[in-house]
């Protein structure tokens, strides 16, 4: 079984942000600007189980995972995530 999502970047939203910036006179060029998953612009995709008997699980797995990210405390990526098993 496996579980498959990816990243989202909503390129349309970043484009009014920049713009917005520029507009409110705080954008700064020269230098890349970084939308993580606590910003509008970045989100993952939605997650489709194998097994919907652990979709719940998985779902539940994958926002504590995410909320880690946005808090920075996830340690180790490999440990935590990238052998994820479920159940």
Same mark, same amino acid.
Request: proline share 2%; net charge negative.
């Given at each position: 079984?496996?579980?498959?999502?990816?990243?989202?970047?909503?390129?349309?939203?970043?484009?009014?942000?920049?713009?917005?910036a520029?507009?409110?006179?705080?954008f700064?060029?020269g230098a890349p600007?970084?939308?993580?998953?606590?910003?509008p612009?970045?989100?993952l995709?939605?997650i489709t189980?194998v097994d *919907? @008997?652990k979709? =719940? &699980?998985i *779902? @539940?797995k994958v =926002? &504590?995972?995410?909320?880690q990210i946005i808090?920075?405390?996830?340690?180790d990526?490999?440990k935590n995530?990238g052998a994820?098993?479920?159940g």
């Open positions: 079984d496996a579980v498959l999502t990816s990243q989202i970047v909503d390129q349309k939203t970043m484009i009014v942000e920049a713009v917005r520029i507009v409110d006179g705080t700064t060029g600007t970084f939308y993580g998953l606590d910003t612009v970045t989100g995709a939605p189980a *919907e @008997a979709a =719940a &699980e *779902e @539940a =926002a &504590e995972v995410r909320d808090a920075g405390t996830l340690e990526f490999v995530v994820l098993e479920i």
